[in-house]
């Protein structure tokens, strides 16, 4: 089992930038990707990003590619998603999930962050 705890969401304006934070702890040493979701009111839940927790590679959504960056601290067991250049459409609670393999479903999730921005 593991516990992972985001932080980071908030209200910005359209084209500032924020920085979260997936914390996690537990039986973290089978993790395989760690990746970051989104969900926007009245839409399903989206992928944003992975990232494997052992060699780094990196995965995005396009609407996301060359504004946000996701990156992980494994001495910290914490991913990170840096977001730039932040539109309205930005706008959704973002959770961080953990898969356990390549191709397995995100069976961990935490409770989610919500950020907000401002046209």
């Known amino acids: 089992q593991v516990q992972l705890v985001e932080s980071g969401g908030g209200l910005v304006q359209t084209g500032d930038s924020l920085r979260l934070s997936c914390a996690a702890s537990g039986r973290t040493f089978s993790t395989y990707v760690l990746g970051w979701f989104r969900q926007a009111p009245g839409k399903e839940r989206e992928f944003v990003a992975h990232?494997?927790?052992?060699?780094?590679?990196?995965y995005y959504v396009d609407s996301v590619k060359g504004r946000f960056t996701i990156s992980r601290d494994n001495a910290k067991n914490t991913v990170y998603l840096q977001m730039n250049n932040l539109k309205p459409e930005d706008t959704a609670i973002y959770y961080c999930?953990?898969?356990?393999?390549?191709?397995?479903?995100?069976?961990?999730w935490g409770q989610g962050t919500q950020v907000t921005v401002s046209s």
């Open positions: 990232i494997t927790w052992s060699g780094g590679n990196t």
């Open positions: 999930a953990r898969a356990l393999c390549h191709g397995c479903r995100y069976a961990d």
